[in-house]
């Protein structure tokens, strides 16, 4: 099969894989329809991350069920699926909880490659989420962004106590942000206040149910948040980004009692304990449990209810993922879909 692998920062190659096989009995292998290249792909892609040798790349994904380990029952060769990019039982005490990216039996799905034709899922019963029918090609990117990128703004809303009624500030304006902005709008806020410095994104939010755009960064982009919320700050605020500053800008522009959801990858984020403990901000966050969240998400898609593979500004086939990965590292395209 064919699949990209990154061998070095700036350096990916589409290039002949070996086909996955079923290893474990709980296995299924896909025949991806759709992949797509990530923000958190870009950290390795910058060399912000190390990569030790040639990596297998991608861990969104979309396609058929083309074959089942002996113990598979719920998924069935044929069924179109969603997955998450952390495979999980569902049943263990932690995913019972909501939280299936701390699974005890956790695995990550990007350690075997999505961004190729085949892709090998573990616990499929548990990762896997079969769609009614076959979904028609125009929902293809909607369902894709339910893998990652909407399951993760959306837990980023949820984890910062959105409802109706809520001054809510979106800290990231990736493909994330964009689809928490999403997220609010359905949970019902009253002010989503987006942080953005581009034009397509600003435009996109607002599809997406931004009221507000702050342009500003930092310090000033806080005093802004303050000055739309009548001093206090956000309710809710939700960062998706990963970096110090994204960080201390989401505490910061959060009101005392306010709750910050973070999903952005941390990459050398620290907080002043003693500014965190006067601010009475509730932080919680982390890796996104997706599979929490994707029946609710594929049955909003499907009856078109959202809209989220709006995020897709650029579509690639596979072989030219390099350029899928330098339009996003030069803020060219918000986020790619590879097709296949």
């Given at each position: 099969m064919r699949g990209a692998v990154l061998y070095a920062p700036r350096d990916v190659r589409v290039e002949e894989r070996d086909d996955p096989k079923i290893i474990q009995p709980t296995d299924a292998i896909l025949r991806l329809s759709a992949t797509c290249v990530c923000g958190s792909d870009l950290w390795p892609y910058r060399g912000i991350e190390s990569v030790d040798g040639p990596s297998p790349m991608g861990h969104e994904y979309v396609g058929i069920?083309?074959?089942?380990?002996s113990q598979v029952r719920a998924i069935k060769p044929g069924q179109f699926v969603v997955g998450s990019f952390y495979a999980s039982d569902n049943t263990c005490?932690?995913?019972q909880a909501g939280y299936q990216t701390a699974c005890i039996n956790k695995e990550p799905v990007g350690a075997n490659g999505a961004q190729a034709e085949l892709l090998r899922v573990p616990l499929a019963d548990g990762t896997l989420v079969a769609t009614p029918d076959i979904p028609s090609d125009d929902l293809l990117p909607s369902l894709l962004a339910a893998s990652d990128v909407l399951g993760t703004g959306w837990f980023g809303a949820v984890a910062a106590e959105v409802s109706p009624h809520k001054a809510v500030a979106v800290v990231g304006d990736g493909a994330v942000g964009l689809l928490a902005v999403l997220a609010a709008s359905q949970l019902g806020a009253e002010r989503i206040i987006a942080m953005s410095r581009h034009a397509p994104r600003q435009q996109l939010a607002i599809e997406f149910g931004a009221t507000d755009i702050v342009t500003e960064r930092?310090?000033?982009g806080v005093a802004r948040v303050k000055q739309l919320t009548g001093g206090l700050g956000a309710h809710s605020v939700i960062e998706a980004v990963g970096t110090q500053e994204s960080m201390l800008?989401?505490?910061r522009s959060a009101r005392p009692g306010g709750h910050v959801g973070y999903v952005g990858v941390a990459h050398g984020v620290t907080l002043p304990g003693e500014e965190l403990f006067f601010s009475h901000v509730h932080l919680h966050g982390g890796?996104?449990?997706v599979r929490r969240f994707l029946p609710e998400l594929v049955d909003l898609i499907w009856n078109r209810q959202i809209d989220p593979g709006k995020v897709f500004d650029l579509s690639l086939p596979l072989?030219?993922?390099a350029e899928g990965y330098k339009a996003m590292d030069e803020r060219r395209a918000i986020k790619t879909l590879l097709r296949l």
């Open positions: 069920v083309q074959e089942v380990g005490e932690l995913c930092g310090d000033a800008q989401a505490v890796p996104a449990p072989e030219q993922a």
